[in-house]
């Protein structure tokens, strides 16, 4: 049973473009590979030919598992999400009790994450903390070195 996954337009498209680079490049390129290997010689002992045969095998199971990602993944319509409360491509604005450094983080699908870019996913520590919270709740998050207290301030679009 596989699960249902929750992407933005964006995310959507960067993993059908994946799909279809590893279908369009680098498949022939794998074939090409054992192509090249099998006219080298006796297969029984050419490492080469069991190589390009292995890595064939791990592309073939790598795009497998994205058409089956794709065929689970369902565009998240940005215009139905309630802002009163914490949710998938909510942008959060939070104070950390602790120190009072102030922080902003998006929440997003796992496979959308980029710390850099402010995005968490929702299955992080922290994620799963800020879901269903409201402005002025306090989120309780159980990270690694302890709790962590954060007020929300703010939750936007």
Excluded: C, H, W
């Amino acid at each position: 049973m596989s699960k249902v996954s929750y992407y933005t337009a964006e995310g959507l498209k960067k993993l059908r473009a994946e799909l279809n680079q590893l279908k369009d490049v680098e498949r022939p390129k794998a074939s090409q590979a054992i192509a090249e290997a099998r006219d080298k010689g006796d297969l029984s002992e050419n490492a080469e030919y069991d190589a390009a045969k292995e890595a064939q095998g791990l592309l073939e199971m790598k795009i497998s598992k994205l058409e089956e990602t794709l065929s689970n993944a369902r565009l998240i319509d940005e215009s139905q999400l309630d802002n009163s409360k914490v949710l998938v491509l909510s942008t959060v604005k939070i104070k950390n009790q602790t120190n009072g450094m102030e922080m902003s983080y998006t929440l997003v699908a796992e496979s959308e994450a980029d710390l850099k870019s402010g995005k968490i996913s929702v299955n992080s520590p922290i994620g799963k903390g800020l879901l269903g919270k409201s402005v002025g709740d306090v989120a309780e998050i159980q990270v690694p070195n302890g709790v962590m207290k954060f007020d929300i301030i703010e939750i936007t679009r």
